[in-house]
């Protein structure tokens, strides 16, 4: 999870369904924005080109229940299926960090120990980043139905791809510190936009002594 610039004003849309008895959250002008301002990436898991992108609400609105949340365009955010039915349980229904508003870089851990993802908070009595960190790792390695089994080693799978990706530039990039060709591809890897940024850029932020170089490049949102 990396921080997102959300675009304003909102879509059009949003405030003329939210009049509406079946108005609808998800039209034309929704999908677009939120495929764009989120980079068509997952903010739970971090995949990209999704293709099964769901607009997701952070704060449930509960079939109704919250009218105010169902189409506050603040509110909604993209995710893939999988995470949003996973976020979809009640224990995560008082929210979790809100990637517009706040930086999760500055909160969370982003780390793979033993072929698990393991993600950690800054601080222990935070229940929204310790909300956040649970279901991050969740969508990593719940196995609780046969698709879940399919579709969590998937994401733990292509993870792992992209790592190995970061993983042989930062030894090309210590082998040869000048190398320009090098330094732009670390540099596109470490992009807020890229697949699973947030723990690329925290192993280089970890690594900071090996790659001082780097580290402009995986700042924390100011
Ligand atoms: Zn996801």
Redesign the pocket.
């Known amino acids: 999870m990396v921080k997102v610039v959300r675009s304003f004003p909102a879509p059009e849309s949003l405030e003329e369904e939210s009049k509406k008895v079946t108005g609808k959250y998800d039209k034309q002008d929704v999908i677009d924005r939120l495929r764009k301002d989120f980079y068509n990436k997952?903010y739970?898991?971090?995949?990209k080109e999704l293709q099964d992108p769901n607009v997701e609400h952070l704060l449930p609105h509960k079939n109704g229940k919250y009218p105010e949340r169902k189409f506050d365009w603040e509110n909604l955010f993209w995710?893939?299926g999988?995470?949003n039915s996973i976020k979809n349980n009640g224990k995560y229904d008082d929210g979790i960090i809100d990637c517009c508003r706040q930086d999760p870089e500055k909160y969370l851990k982003f780390q793979i120990k033993n072929d698990n993802v393991v993600i950690d908070v800054n601080n222990f009595d935070n229940e929204v980043q310790k909300r956040t960190a649970l279901l991050i790792e969740e969508?990593f390695s719940l196995k609780n139905t046969g698709m879940r089994t399919y579709t969590s080693n998937e994401?733990l799978r292509l993870l792992q791809k992209e790592m190995n990706i970061l993983y042989r530039q930062l030894e090309k990039i210590h082998n040869n510190p000048d190398s320009k060709i090098t330094l732009r591809i670390l540099r596109s890897l470490l992009r807020r936009e890229s697949a699973f940024a947030a723990f690329k850029r925290y192993y280089v932020r970890e690594h900071a002594i090996e790659y001082p170089g780097l580290q402009q490049y995986v700042e924390l949102d100011s």
């Open positions: 997952c739970i898991c971090e995949m995710s893939c999988h995470c969508t994401r």
